[in-house]
């Protein structure tokens, strides 16, 4: 079974920082994507950052290009994104997500592909940055 764990989200002013860490176990494919999702309430979830992982490209939405940082950690199958310099719009629900979606081979292909492309998620983490 494939279990995937978010924290590290929190309430923080604008301009501030925030590591968000998802934890994933039983996964066992050699690459594959692994995409954090923002959520915001009434709208579908949208990819943000994600990386084909294995040595495999990295992909940035415009709105967080320069201050999301997506970062593996294989020796303990945990993702991360590094925030900094959040501002009010990054506020929603963050999931991690892990699959490999019409056959992605790199980050652009990962964060664009469809919600309903990804078999397994964790719960969310809730990121909230106030003016």
């Known amino acids: 079974q494939v279990h995937m764990v978010e924290s590290g989200g929190g309430s923080v002013q604008t301009g501030g920082s925030l590591t968000l860490s998802c934890a994933a176990s039983g996964y066992t494919a050699a690459q594959y994507c692994m995409t954090w999702f923002r959520e915001v309430p009434g709208k579908r979830r949208e990819g943000v950052a994600a990386?084909?992982?294995?040595?495999?490209?990295?992909y940035y939405a415009d709105s967080v290009k320069g201050r999301f940082t997506i970062l593996e950690e294989n020796g303990n199958n945990t993702l991360y994104l590094q925030m900094s310099n959040l501002k009010p719009d990054d506020t929603g629900m963050y999931f991690c997500a892990a699959d490999n979606p019409i056959y992605c081979t790199g980050g652009y292909c990962c964060a664009t592909s469809q919600v309903h492309e990804y078999r397994f998620w964790g719960q969310g983490t809730q990121v909230t940055v106030s003016s």
């Open positions: 990386v084909y992982t294995g040595g495999g490209s990295t």
